[in-house]
């Protein structure tokens, strides 16, 4: 095994590379609203305040008497936001260790890849999970029988969001229950196919017993552990008096719970709708996030009618469309991890992705990177997230049925 003085120079490696090269570059990349929706690194405590305000002062009138009786505060709902964690742990064997003795360059390349790897699944998870619910649900089983090792999902697309070596469990909920007993490792996933999409190590049956029909399906660990995403701030439908972070929504379903605008003849005039209703309430949605396949659908409808370009907010390089508004301009990118069929129009001012320091970093807070592994003769470094996404006026931002 390496020496504790080996072990010293290279953690003090890792710190100082991480320091030119945060892991941050690697989690945002190819992921357009994790990248652009703004950053609060300053969680502090157990919960956050996000103030929403959703009725003015009522104390007006042409009559001075009635308007002095008829005086209203202002309606304030406090979200009390409370964070969600996500973790990737990288882990070099014995072996790597031993044959970079004496070289910090031979470490950096082996143990970098594996840091890079492991921080990028945990952004892809995170960029997949703002858009969803905190059910954190990645696919549904349409498998009528079990004795195969061929998961068939409901939607296609879902494919997208296995890889191999995966740990997944089922459940009849999809969320406020509990998952079935067993797991399955996925060992294969063909992102083109429109049936049994994924394969498993085992026979659906002989990993989850009880596997059935119309099961969810979730990363084990993850089940109704999600993050909040858009389809929990702007939901498919009006939000009941459900408590949602303290709040009940029925009050005003709209300036809590976003706009909701259904399909119309043409995926464009239903985005104009959407954007013209945000303009109703005084929002000014500035980008629209759609999945990659609406995306090439909207080029295709629009042809020569609005202007493509590299969005410049950012470094990253993200395409765009760009399509006019009632108050200007808002941008048309399209998000790998934004669901089919759906347009989210984002007044991105609105928004913040609380955290606590970075939105995903190397765990070191006893100063160390890297630790001795207790099961193996290797280390592993620690990849964290700790948040959760909130918006101070959903009302401004709106979901878009693009089918």
Not at 99 to 128: H, M, N, P, W
């Amino acid at each position: 095994m390496a020496s504790a003085t080996n072990m010293t120079a290279w953690d003090n490696a890792l710190k100082q590379y991480y320091r030119d090269k945060p892991v941050i570059d690697t989690v945002y990349k190819n992921h357009p609203w994790l990248t652009l929706v703004p950053k609060n690194p300053r969680f502090k405590g157990k919960s956050m305040p996000v103030p929403v305000l959703y009725g003015r002062p009522q104390g007006i009138s042409a009559t001075f008497s009635t308007a002095q009786s008829n005086a209203t505060a202002s309606q304030i709902a406090e979200f009390l936001i409370t964070r969600k964690k996500h973790y990737g742990v990288a882990t070099i064997d014995g072996e790597t260790l031993l044959s970079s003795q004496g070289s910090e360059y031979a470490f950096l390349d082996a143990a970098t890849t594996e840091i890079d790897q492991t921080a990028k699944s945990v952004g892809d998870a995170l960029s997949r999970n703002l858009f969803r619910t905190s059910d954190a649900s990645i696919g549904r089983v349409n498998n009528s029988s079990f004795g195969v090792t061929t998961l068939d999902l409901v939607t296609d697309t879902d494919a997208l969001n296995f890889e191999v070596n995966q740990k997944i469990v089922t459940s009849a909920t999809l969320s406020g229950g509990s998952v079935r007993s067993g797991t399955l490792t996925v060992a294969g996933v063909d992102r083109d196919a429109t049936s049994n999409q994924v394969t498993t190590s085992a026979n659906l049956s002989a990993g989850i017993a009880a596997i059935a029909q119309n099961d969810y399906i979730y990363i084990e660990g993850n089940y109704d552990n999600g993050i909040s995403g858009l389809a929990d701030w702007i939901p498919s439908s009006a939000p009941g008096a459900t408590a949602f972070f303290g709040q009940d929504r029925s009050a005003d379903p709209t300036r809590l719970g976003g706009q909701r605008v259904a399909y119309s003849s043409t995926r464009e005039e239903t985005i104009i709708n959407g954007l013209g209703r945000c303009a109703r309430e005084g929002g000014q949605p500035d980008h629209i996030f759609v999945s990659f396949t609406d995306f090439i659908a909207l080029e295709k409808e629009l042809q020569s009618t609005v202007q493509r370009e590299v969005d410049p907010d950012t470094g990253a390089g993200f395409r765009s469309m760009e399509m006019y508004a009632p108050y200007g301009v808002a941008k048309i990118i399209p998000d790998k991890d934004c669901p089919v069929g759906v347009a989210y129009a984002i007044q991105m001012d609105t928004w913040q992705l609380a955290t606590i320091g970075e939105t995903v970093s190397i765990i070191d807070v006893d100063g160390n990177r890297m630790l001795r592994q207790s099961s193996d003769d290797g280390v592993e470094i620690r990849v964290g997230f700790y948040g959760q996404l909130a918006c101070s006026a959903p009302g401004f931002n709106c979901r878009i049925a693009l089918a």
